[in-house]
């Protein structure tokens, strides 16, 4: 008893030492709380596992001798960890009641990526439903209820009994989602699935880039990141004794908007541009949440591919002159 006491000391001072690299947080997104989660539907149960495989399979991860499908994906999650902090991380798993997380295995039911058909998920079908459309149609109306004048859809005398809608973030694990159609042509994708343990993103902390990048993505089924993200689309912009010099031509004093050139070269980067690491800068978790007005707006995507894929790279500079 003495002994696993020890242990377990030693492993929450370990914790201690280091809190990125041993927190078990930012696994939860895929395994779960307790690590209960067929990780992606491929991993094996990882609180099934004893202190000594949890040590080896990450261990190998770092050196590349172990894994199968998700080998790319967990790669990335420790090759830059030390012994010591994995040794520590396993003892988490194994002792830890829980990760800090706040649901991370309290998930919606949804059928897997690779089973899901090519369907996609239409973001804006309750909000652009025709009933409501012609129900909240004022402009042809005579009269209009103080119910109908605003937005929370109650009369103007019910301020202490009214309530929002409450947003609801919980969704699938990652590889257990349906993707959402864009919400226009080439418009940046939504998170369909579970962001818990995954979030904030950091400069030392994206754990979007295990499963969504280009050399891992087919082996886990999800969006690869577009070769747009490994470019760096921004003209070189100076000033040069007063005048504005964008791509080596000079623009004058009068430039009221300097963006107003074709991009010239496009300067490819080896990893992540650095304007685009923040993933959910434009790639946002989705509430379960009833619109407050409905919705008008019908996408024109050309075809089906453009539900879920973008050709922005191919028309870059398409309306630029």
């Keep these: 008893m003495k002994k696993i006491i020890q242990t377990v000391a030693l492993g929450a001072l370990l914790a ?27 991993s094996k149960v990882v609180k099934d596992m004893s202190l000594k495989e949890i040590v080896e399979a990450l261990k190998g991860y770092k050196n590349g001798t172990y894994g199968d499908t998700l ?8 090759k830059n960890l030390k012994d010591s902090e994995i040794e520590a991380m396993s003892l988490l798993i194994k002792v830890d009641a829980g990760t800090t997380t706040e649901r991370a295995t309290d998930f919606a039911a949804a059928a897997a990526v690779a089973a899901a058909g090519g369907s996609y998920v239409n973001l804006n079908a309750d909000a652009s ?23 929370r859809k109650t009369d103007l005398y019910s301020e202490n009994t009214t309530h929002g809608d409450k947003a609801d973030y919980n969704r699938p694990a990652p590889g257990t989602s349906t993707r959402f159609e864009r919400a226009y042509k080439d418009a940046p994708p939504m998170i369909p699935h579970s962001v818990e343990g995954l979030l904030p993103i950091t400069k030392m902390n994206n754990q979007c880039l295990g499963c969504h990048l280009p050399e891992v993505a087919p082996s886990v089924g999800s969006t690869p990141i577009p070769a747009t993200h490994f470019k760096n689309y921004r003209p070189r912009t100076a000033m040069n004794d007063g005048y504005v010099v964008k791509e080596g031509e000079v623009l004058g004093y009068d430039i009221q908007n300097t963006t107003d050139i074709k991009t010239v070269k496009a300067k490819q980067t080896d990893t992540i541009y650095q304007g685009r690491f923040n993933c959910t800068q434009c790639h946002a978790p989705q509430a379960k949440m ?17 539900k879920a894929h ?12």
């Design 16 to 42: 201690t030492s280091s809190a990125y690299a041993v927190s078990i947080a930012a696994c939860a997104g895929c395994h779960g709380q307790n690590f209960e989660l067929v990780a992606m539907g491929k």
């Design 310 to 321: 973008s050709s922005l790279i191919d028309t870059m500079n398409e309306g630029v002159q």
């Design 129 to 151: 439903d025709e009933v409501r459309i012609e129900q909240e149609d004022l402009g042809n109306r005579n009269t209009i209820s103080e119910k109908a004048m605003g937005l």
């Design 290 to 306: 009833k619109a407050a007005v409905a919705n008008t707006f019908r996408p024109d995507y050309g075809d089906d591919a453009a």
């Design 71 to 78: 080998k790319g994906v967990m790669v990335n999650q420790v």
